[in-house]
Nanobody, 123 residues
Framework: VQLQASGGGLVQAGGSLRLSCAASGRPFSGYIMGWFRQGPGKEREFVAAISESGYSTWYTDSVKGRFTISRDNAKITGYLQMNSLKPEDTAVYHC?????????????????WGQGTQVTVSS
């Protein structure tokens, strides 16, 4: 699976962005999809994940209630809607696919990665 993330940008605190992750290659609907981020000087961290069907989602605590992960298997695209953005959300955001259930928060569990998209939140 080839993944391409887009939708990043510069936004003021409190604003919103919607990231997209376009997939190609193997059937996208067969993979758990996740979003990770890497801030300046930090390790890549889990943000959110969604099951193959879209019925199950997982979030890191710091984004619960603000971010929503979704997917459209017909369009072979995943999304991350980010609302009420904070300066601490500033990072390069990466989409990934292929983790096994039970390891959705583990970056090493994902087989496929897209290039990152920069999100910068100003105060």
């Amino acid at each position: 699976v080839q993944l391409q993330a887009s939708g990043g940008g510069l936004v003021q605190a409190g604003g919103s962005l919607r990231l997209s992750c376009a997939a190609s290659g193997r059937p996208f609907s067969g993979y758990i999809m996740g979003w990770f981020r890497q801030g300046p000087g930090k390790e890549r961290e889990f943000v959110a994940a969604i099951s193959e069907s879209g019925y199950s989602t997982w979030y890191t605590d710091s984004v619960k209630g603000r971010f929503t992960i979704s997917r459209d298997n017909a369009k072979i695209t995943g999304y991350l809607q980010m609302n009420s953005l904070k300066p601490e959300d500033t990072a390069v955001y990466h989409c990934a696919a292929g983790a096994a259930l039970g390891r959705v928060r583990d970056k090493d569990a994902y087989d496929y990665w897209g290039q990152g998209t920069q999100v910068t939140v100003s105060s």
